[in-house]
């Protein structure tokens, strides 16, 4: 079981030692559990790592004779270029702001959002609660991509300020601006982002149309990507809230192949066992 602080995104430093193979023991567990459930920082490595070959190629003394000292400062140069690029690419993706501001110890939807760390899952109780000063920052987070979204209608920036309106329980906002991106590209996440935003609604209207949007999206999203677990994870859920046991069962356990370790398949065994009871009570 992974503790609560390998839900947090690594240290760009902790994400270049991995690609140097510099990491050992909890270290190197832990940023290898996250990168196996993380969407985002699997495609920041890949980028980083795609950089430093070019930095090999380019540092690499032409003769065999060249000093040591050479090649170690074209070590750093690589390290500290990848540990650059990490930090670039999450300070201008919108997405990737949002996820670094998401609050580690809870989070208000059942669904999965592309490339979110899995926090527990905090129900609502009603009446006035403490102010939580990360959901704060989360808010502001959300805030300034919506900023950043109205001077861009690309499908990308949609994207981003449809999540930021769901996370910000806009719903109707936040179904518009995915639709829309959704339509605009064929990228699975946006459409299994999409199927989570019309649950949500669901959820709240006790809705069974919204219910029936949020499958066609997660269809999509499969459709589009077999493989993505976030899609695969929503889709039972939908299946499960529509009432339908046997199906839902049978998409608990599809989502397990893809995902068989992680804390979104610790909860995904939970929703088989309910299922599971002769007794069970189905929404």
């Keep these: 079981m992974s503790t609560p602080a390998s839900r947090r995104h690594p240290e760009p430093e902790a994400l270049a030692a991995f690609i140097e193979g510099e990491l050992e023991g909890a270290d190197l567990t832990s940023v290898t559990e996250h990168l196996s459930d993380c969407m985002e920082c699997r ?6 790592t795609a950089f430093s070959r070019e930095e090999v190629r380019a540092a690499t003394p032409r003769k065999m004779s060249a000093p040591w000292w050479l090649a170690a400062a074209a070590s750093i140069v690589i390290v500290a270029g990848a540990i650059w690029m990490i930090r670039l690419q999450a300070q201008h993706d919108p997405l990737q702001r949002l996820i670094a501001a998401a609050p580690t110890e809870r989070r208000e939807m059942e669904v999965r959002l592309s490339g979110f760390a899995w926090a527990p899952l905090h129900v609502m109780r009603g009446g006035d609660e403490p102010a939580d000063p990360e959901q704060m920052r989360l808010t502001g987070a959300a805030g300034e991509v919506l900023q950043e979204a109205r001077e ?3 499908p990308e920036s949609r994207h981003a300020a449809g999540v930021a309106q769901l996370l910000t329980e806009h719903r109707e906002e936040a179904i518009r601006d995915l639709d829309a991106a959704a339509h605009a590209s064929t990228d699975a996440h946006v459409w299994s982002d999409l199927a989570a935003a019309h649950y949500a ?5 006790d809705s069974s149309e919204q219910l029936k949007s949020a499958l066609t999206a997660a269809d999509k999203a499969l459709a589009l990507d077999h493989d993505l677990p976030e899609a695969a994870f929503n889709r039972a859920l939908i299946l499960e ?4 046991a046997q199906p839902a069962a049978d998409a608990w356990k599809q989502y397990l192949t893809l995902d068989p370790k992680s ?6 065994r939970q929703h088989l066992a309910t299922l599971s009871r002769p007794d069970a009570n189905l929404p």
């Design 241 to 244: 809230r529509l009432g339908l």
């Design 201 to 205: 609604a669901a959820i709240r209207d």
């Design 152 to 154: 861009s209608t690309s």
């Design 263 to 268: 804390q979104w398949a610790d909860e995904a």
């Design 43 to 48: 495609a920041l490595l890949r980028d980083a």
